[in-house]
C-alpha cells in the first residue's frame, strides 16, 4: 500500500502506529477478497460497478454509493467491473475522542453511533450522494489526502476538520433518507454511555431505567425513537463489537471474551455472536488472524 498508514495482517487490516485517518482511492478491477479492519471505513464509489458483500447482505454498488462500516465488520467486492471506491478510513479512537461530541449531534449520532446498528444493519449504514453532494464529498476526500505526508502534529487539527465535512456531507444524505429526529432526547444519549461505560454489568432494563429516574416504557420510547433499537438490543450490538476487537487483537479464551463483554454464558455468547456477524466466534477469529500474532490485553468498555 505504498505510503498509505494501513497494513494488511491476514485478512485483517489496521492503521500503523500513531495513525488516524487516511483517505484515498482504490480499484477493484474483478475483486477484493473477505477481509474485516479494526478502524471505521467509508467506501464511496467514484466510477465502475460491483457487488458489497457483508454481514449485512448483498448491494449492488454503482456512482455515488456510500458504505458505512463500523470496526470488526467483516466484507468484500465481488464482480467487479473497474469498480473503483474512495476509501476514508478512521480509527475508533478518533471517533471516541476527538468526534465524542458526535454522539450529541442527531444526524452524525446516527451516521456513526445507532444509524449502523439499527434495523438489523449489523454495523453497515448504505447511502447515496448526487450532482453537488456527490462533489462536495470528493472535495472533501480530496482534503484529507492532501494530508497524508504530513507530520500529524503538525495537521491533526485539519484531518479532523477535513474529515467531519466529509461526515457531515454523508450525515445529511443519510438524514433526508431516513427522517431523523432533529434532536435526541438528553436521557438517550446519557442511556447509550451509561451501558457502554459498563458492559460486562448484568443490566436489565429496569435497572438502566432506575439510573436514569424513567419509567422503563417511556425509556423504551424515547431509544427507539432515537436510534430504532430498544436500549438491550443496543447494548447486545455494543458487545458484540467490543468482542470482535478482542478476537481479532488478543489470545483471550473464547469464553472469556464473552464474560468480559457481558454474557458469562458461553451458549448465549455464541448465539448472540453469530446472530450478529454470522459467523461462530471461534470462526471469526480463525478467519480473520492467526493465534501467532495476538497480543494478549485487557477487555476494555472503551473498544469498539
Known amino acids: 500500500m505504498g505510503d498509505e498508514p494501513v497494513r494488511h495482517r491476514g485478512t485483517l487490516l489496521h492503521f500503523i502506529d500513531g495513525a488516524i485517518v487516511h483517505a484515498g482511492p482504490h480499484l477493484h478491477a474483478e475483486s477484493h477478497p473477505l477481509h474485516t479492519h479494526s478502524f471505521f471505513e467509508v467506501a464511496l464509489v467514484i466510477g465502475g460497478t460491483g457487488v458489497h458483500h457483508s454481514q449485512a447482505g448483498r448491494q449492488r454498488l454503482e456512482l455515488g454509493d456510500a458504505v458505512l462500516l463500523r470496526p470488526g465488520v467483516w466484507h468484500e ?32 449520532g446516527y451516521l456513526l453511533w445507532t444509524g449502523p446498528f439499527s434495523e438489523q444493519r449489523r454495523g453497515v449504514l448504505s447511502t447515496h450522494l448526487e450532482g453537488e453532494t456527490f462533489a462536495e464529498a470528493k472535495r472533501h476526500l480530496d482534503g484529507l489526502r492532501s494530508l497524508r505526508n504530513q507530520p500529524l502534529g503538525r495537521h491533526r487539527g485539519d484531518l479532523i476538520g477535513w474529515l467531519s465535512l466529509y461526515l457531515s456531507c454523508l450525515a445529511r444524505t443519510v438524514a433526508e ?37 424513567l419509567a422503563p416504557g417511556y425509556l423504551v420510547r424515547l431509544f427507539k425513537s432515537a436510534t430504532g433499537l430498544p436500549p438491550m438490543a443496543y447494548l447486545s450490538r455494543h458487545r458484540v463489537e ?3 476487537v478482542q478476537l481479532l487483537h488478543t489470545d483471550l479464551p473464547v469464553s472469556r471474551i464473552g464474560e468480559a463483554v457481558g454474557w458469562p454464558d458461553q451458549n448465549y455468547f455464541a448465539r448472540r455472536f453469530k446472530s450478529h456477524f ?10 480473520f488472524n492467526t493465534p501467532k ?5 485487557k477487555v476494555s468498555s472503551s473498544g469498539s
Do not use: I, K
Open 242 to 244: 467490543l468482542a470482535a
Open 177 to 213: 433518507r431516513n427522517d431523523l429526529r432533529p434532536q435526541t432526547h438528553p436521557a438517550v444519549l446519557d442511556a447509550m454511555r451509561l451501558l457502554e461505560a459498563d458492559p460486562a454489568r448484568p443490566w436489565t432494563l429496569t435497572d438502566l431505567a432506575q439510573e436514569l429516574h
Open 278 to 287: 454470522g459467523l461462530s466466534a471461534s470462526t471469526y477469529r480463525q478467519r
Open 77 to 108: 467486492y465481488v464482480q467487479c467491473d473497474d469498480l473503483e471506491v474512495y476509501n476514508c478510513c478512521f480509527s475508533a479512537d478518533l471517533v471516541r475522542r476527538e468526534l465524542a461530541w458526535t454522539r450529541e449531534d442527531p444526524l452524525l
Open 293 to 297: 500474532r495476538f497480543v494478549t490485553s
